[in-house]
C-alpha cells in the first residue's frame, strides 16, 4: 500500500504555487482555433479503425440558481423550458457524431456534468437516454461506469429511481459545506437531511459509488466550522470525496465578484482546514488519490493506484484512460488518440452551428510527439506517483537523461527539499511531496513558462 501523505509546512509555503490541475497535457490553455471538424471526423475515423471503447461526457448547462463561487460553464435560468431547444441540438450532436464510429465500440464509462443535469425533467431524462442508446453502444448489464452529477435540492427518490432505470450507477453529490453562514455567503442553502435522503436513495437503490464534492477557502469558514462539515460528510460514509481549493479570481468568473473577499479565510486558517481534513479523513479510513481527491480502500480508483492502472483524463482520475472520450454538448472537451478538441462554450454558437447542421467545434489541439511523451511521463507522476525512466525510454524510443538533462538541476533541488527521491532510474514522489505533485508535473510542462500563471489555481 502506498504510505500515507505527510503534512509538512514548509514545504508547502516553498512550493504551494499556481499551476494546471493536468486533467490534460497539453492544457486546455494551450488549444487553438485551428483545430476544427475535419480534424475531428479524422480523429473518429481512426478511433472506428481501432475499434476503441468510448468514454462519453455530456455537458448539461443550466441551473436554477447561482452558486457565487462556481466557475463552470452554465446558464443560470428558472426557465425550464430553454430545456428542449438545447436537447434538439445535443440529439443532433450526438447523431452527427455517432454515424462516424462504429456500433460495436462500447461505451465503457458515460458521465453527466453541468450546470446541474437533474435540472432536466424526468420526461428530458428519459429522452436524452433513449437518444444515447438508439446511437451508441450503452452496456446493459450495469458492467458500465456510468455517473451523474446530483444538486440534493433538484432531486429527490423518484429522480434517484429513474436515475437508476436509466442505467445510471455513480453519482457525484456537490455539498461544498454544511455551515448556514457559509451556504448563504455563497448562495447555496442545502441541508444536511437534503444531502442525506439523497444518499439514502443511492444505496437503497444500490448505486454503486457515492461521490460528494466539498470546497474549502469559501467565505466566512473557519478550521472549526468546516472540520464539523467533514465530520458529518464522514458519517454519510460516501465512497469517494473531492475537496476542492476555492480559487478565487472574480476577474475572471463574474459570479465570484458577489462574494465578499473580507469574508474569505486567511492562507493559514486554508492551510489548517487542509491538514484537518486530510487527518479526518486518514483516521476514518479514506485513501489519498492524489489532486483533491479520496477514496476508500476497495474504490476502485484506490485498487488502481494500487496496481499501477490508474489514469487522469478531463473526467478526473479514472480507470478508462484507454478510452476514447468524446464531449457532447456546449463546451465539452474531447479527447480521441492524439486529438484534443472543445466545442464552442457559447450556448448560442453552438445552437446555432447544429442548426446549420455543423458540429460546434471551435478549437483544440493535436499532440505531437514532444506532447505525448510529456503526457506520459505527467500521467505516471500525477496517478502513481512514481515514475521509472526506463518504461517511457522503451515506450519512446529516447534516452531518458538526455532528453530532460535541462531540467536535472529542478529535480535535484525537489530531491534535497524532500519532494521526491530522485534516482538513476526512477523518480518517487515522497509522502511529504503528495500534496505537492502539481508542482512535480509542473517541471516537465514544456508550455508553462508562455502561460500567465493566474489563469490557474494554486495548488493547495
Request: glycine share 6%; with cysteine.
Amino acid at each position: 500500500m502506498l504510505d500515507a501523505i505527510r503534512w509538512d509546512s514548509d514545504l508547502i509555503r516553498r512550493y504551494d504555487l499556481a499551476g494546471p490541475r493536468y486533467t490534460s497535457y497539453p492544457t486546455a490553455v494551450q488549444f487553438h482555433g485551428q483545430v476544427g471538424t475535419f480534424d475531428l471526423f479524422h480523429a473518429l475515423r481512426d478511433s472506428r479503425k481501432a475499434q476503441r471503447p468510448l468514454s462519453l461526457y455530456v455537458h448539461v448547462p443550466f441551473c436554477a440558481n447561482i452558486c457565487y463561487y462556481c466557475a463552470c460553464n452554465k446558464v443560470i435560468t428558472k426557465d425550464r423550458g430553454r430545456a428542449q431547444p438545447y436537447l434538439q441540438r445535443l440529439e443532433q450532436e450526438i447523431q452527427l457524431i455517432a454515424c462516424h464510429l462504429d456500433p460495436a465500440q462500447t461505451v465503457e464509462q458515460l458521465h453527466f456534468g453541468g450546470g446541474t443535469p437533474t435540472f432536466l425533467s424526468h420526461d428530458e431524462l428519459r429522452q436524452v437516454m433513449a437518444h444515447l442508446r438508439k446511437h451508441f453502444n450503452l452496456l446493459n448489464d450495469d458492467s458500465g461506469d456510468y455517473g451523474i452529477e446530483i444538486d440534493p435540492r433538484e432531486a429527490d427518490w423518484s429522480t434517484m429511481g429513474l436515475l437508476r432505470e436509466l442505467g445510471f450507477n455513480r453519482v457525484s453529490i456537490g455539498l461544498q459545506d454544511l455551515d448556514p453562514a457559509v451556504q448563504r455567503a455563497v448562495n447555496r442553502l442545502q441541508s444536511l437531511e437534503e444531502t442525506r435522503a439523497v444518499i439514502d436513495a443511492a444505496r437503497t437503490l444500490q448505486f454503486r459509488s457515492i461521490n460528494i464534492d466539498l470546497i474549502y477557502g469559501l467565505p466566512k469558514q473557519t478550521p472549526d466550522n468546516f472540520a464539523r462539515t467533514v465530520e458529518e460528510v464522514i458519517s454519510l460514509q460516501p465512497d469517494r470525496l473531492s475537496v476542492f481549493n476555492y480559487a478565487h479570481l472574480p476577474e475572471r468568473f463574474m459570479p465570484q465578484r458577489r462574494i465578499n473577499s473580507s469574508e474569505l479565510p486567511s492562507p493559514a486558517h486554508k492551510l489548517e482546514m487542509l491538514q484537518r481534513t486530510i487527518e479526518q479523513l486518514t483516521a476514518a479510513g479514506y485513501r489519498y488519490i492524489g489532486m483533491d481527491h479520496f477514496a476508500l480502500p476497495d474504490d476502485e480508483l484506490a485498487i488502481a493506484q494500487e496496481e499501477h492502472t490508474l489514469q487522469r483524463n478531463f473526467q478526473g482520475y479514472t480507470t478508462h484512460g484507454h478510452c476514447d472520450l468524446i464531449g457532447l454538448g456546449v463546451s465539452a472537451i474531447s479527447q480521441i488518440g492524439d486529438l484534443y478538441c472543445q466545442n464552442s462554450s457559447d450556448l448560442n454558437a453552438y445552437q446555432n452551428s447544429l442548426a446549420s447542421a455543423q458540429l460546434a467545434t471551435s478549437r483544440g489541439l493535436v499532440c505531437n510527439a514532444d506532447d505525448r511523451l510529456r503526457r506520459a511521463v505527467i500521467q505516471q507522476l500525477i496517478c502513481n506517483f512514481k515514475l521509472e525512466f526506463a518504461e517511457i525510454e522503451q515506450q519512446f524510443n529516447i534516452d531518458f537523461q538526455g532528453y530532460f538533462g535541462a531540467l536535472w538541476p529542478q529535480l535535484q533541488g525537489m530531491a534535497e527539499d524532500g519532494l521526491i527521491r530522485f534516482e538513476r532510474e526512477r523518480i518517487e514522489v515522497l509522502p511529504a511531496g503528495r500534496l505537492l505533485v502539481r508542482s512535480v508535473c509542473m517541471v516537465f510542462d514544456a508550455y508553462l513558462e508562455q502561460q500567465n500563471r493566474q489563469r490557474f489555481s494554486r495548488v493547495i
